[in-house]
């Protein structure tokens, strides 16, 4: 599983509750309902920038819905990714 985020690289993924059903790049804090309980062992995982997959589109394409869960890291994503006309 490759997760987009603000640059290229590997990254620490959590993994919480029963057969790791949620996860996310940050950790959460210690009053998540649990979560932070349920803390399965991290795992390394390839992230992407945005721009690289706005880059893989082709130009005679419009891209009208991009649809993605970052996890928190959107806004940082998004402004890493720049404008593209």
Do not use: E, I
Request: net charge neutral; proline share 6%; aromatic share 4%.
């Amino acid at each position: 599983m490759t997760q987009v985020s603000d640059g290229d690289g590997l990254a620490m993924m959590n993994v919480f509750n029963t057969h790791g059903v949620s996860s996310s790049l940050s950790k959460p804090p210690d009053d998540t309902g649990g979560c932070a309980n349920n803390r399965r062992p991290a795992q390394v995982v390839p992230v992407v920038a945005l721009s690289r997959v706005l880059a893989a589109v082709p130009a005679n394409v419009s891209l009208w819905l991009l649809k993605t869960d970052m996890q928190g890291f959107d806004g940082s994503a998004l402004a890493s990714a720049g404008a593209r006309q």
